[in-house]
Nanobody
Framework: QVQLVESGGGLVQAGDSLRVSCKASGLAVNNFLMGWFRQAPGKEREFVAAISRYGVTRSADPRKGRFTISRDNAKNTVYLQMNSLNANDTAVYYC?????????????????WGQGTQVTVSS
């Protein structure tokens, strides 16, 4: 049985950094495409970042470079490092896994989802 458990969310101030984690069981994070998505109040869920089984990463906004995805194979955990947070980053952050070999940003490509972790940025 696959489980993805997010942690590390919380209340931070604008400009702060935060790292959220996704602990996987029932699958190996280095054999799946692992992604982070977020959903703000009243908005649709959107892609944030992903890392393929080959270690190729993809970000929703690579020019700004505020968010970085990484993984620790030994801990079977994926991380999302978030820097220079602002109020627009307030959302529930979800971890997801896909068998795709491509680094996809389409949530329909992801089969497994965690319950999410709330990140709130106060301005």
């Amino acid at each position: 049985q696959v489980q993805l458990v997010e942690s590390g969310g919380g209340l931070v101030q604008a400009g702060d950094s935060l790292r959220v984690s996704c602990k996987a069981s029932g699958l190996a994070v280095n054999n799946f495409l692992m992604g982070w998505f977020r959903q703000a109040p009243g908005k649709e869920r959107e892609f944030v970042a992903a890392i393929s089984r080959y270690g190729v990463t993809r970000s929703a906004d690579p020019r700004k470079g505020r968010f970085t995805i990484s993984r620790d194979n030994a801990k079977n955990t994926v991380y999302l490092q978030m820097n220079s947070l602002n109020a627009n980053d307030t959302a529930v952050y979800y971890c997801a896994a896909s068998p795709s070999i491509a680094t996809r940003d389409d949530e329909n490509a992801y089969n497994y989802w965690g319950q999410g972790t709330q990140v709130t940025v106060s301005s």
